[in-house]
């Protein structure tokens, strides 16, 4: 058994992030074709698009502002023109700020991450699901945080933001399971990245120990269980928040 995404079309939100670009990466080890988006970071997206293309698969850069509808459907028409209509949807940009106390975070910052946060996936969805309805069959995966479960202090701003987004992603699996469409979760914890490994990794043994497995997870550990979340092996699963965080977060039933 293995994870086989072969003839399948992919579009990665925040595609030349560091996490993003990882994503990539396992989608098209896996077979599927992959449209990165991005919004700052062309020349990053463009790297990661042409790995994409060594591997054999078809990908493309799609820039949009993530927070604004109308460059949302923008990007959706450049997609379907350019790449065609994906199946697989992974929801994964998002705008972050320093962590303050709720007294010192500016009012903005509250906004601007449900924005990133909330938002960003509204229009997502509003534009690239009702193909997907149409087609019967659609699988989504949206990036959460284990931020959401801890609500730890000065993380305010950005937990409120992604425990509002775990409720949009709960109710929405629900108006389209009936479409063939699953949509779930993915929480890291606090992971190690690409620019990470190149700098090094530090030790940070008050968190290290505050996880059961005792580490930080890889960006690949997050990357796996996306790629599982999009394949047919989880085609019974749906409206699920499933941490990658070594069982730092244990949801309870």
């Known amino acids: 058994m293995k994870i086989d995404l072969a003839g399948k079309k992919a579009l990665v939100t925040g595609g030349s992030g560091e996490l993003g670009r990882c994503i990539v990466r396992a989608l098209a080890e896996c077979g599927a074709d992959v449209a990165v988006h991005y919004f700052g970071n062309q020349e990053k997206a463009e790297r ?64 601007s991450q449900f924005e990133s946060c909330v938002m960003h996936n509204v229009w997502m969805f509003k534009a690239f699901v009702p193909a997907m309805r149409a087609r019967g069959y659609g699988r989504i995966v949206v990036m959460n945080t284990e931020c959401a479960a801890m609500c730890e202090p000065n993380a305010a701003a950005y937990s409120l933001a992604k425990r509002g987004l ?28 690409e ?44 409206g ?3 941490p990658v965080s070594g069982g730092r977060v244990m949801p309870a039933i």
């Open 240 to 242: 699920a928040y499933i």
């Open 48 to 111: 990661v698009a042409e790995e994409v293309r060594a591997m054999g698969r078809q990908s493309g850069t799609f820039c949009a502002d993530i927070t604004k509808e109308t460059s949302v459907l923008a990007m959706r028409d450049r997609v379907y023109g350019e790449f065609g209509k994906p199946e697989i949807l992974i929801n994964n940009a998002v705008i972050q700020f320093p962590w303050k106390s709720v007294l010192e975070q500016p009012e903005q910052d509250f906004y």
């Open 166 to 193: 775990d409720g949009l992603v709960r109710s929405f699996a629900k108006e389209v399971g009936p479409d063939g469409i699953t949509v779930n979760q993915v929480a890291p914890g606090w992971t190690v990245s």
């Open 195 to 238: 620019r990470e490994r190149a700098e090094g990794v530090g030790d940070y043994p008050d968190y290290v120990n505050s996880v059961p497995l005792r580490r930080r997870g890889m960006d690949t550990d997050v990357a796996n269980m996306v790629c599982f979340l999009a394949s047919d092996l989880a085609g019974f699963t749906t």
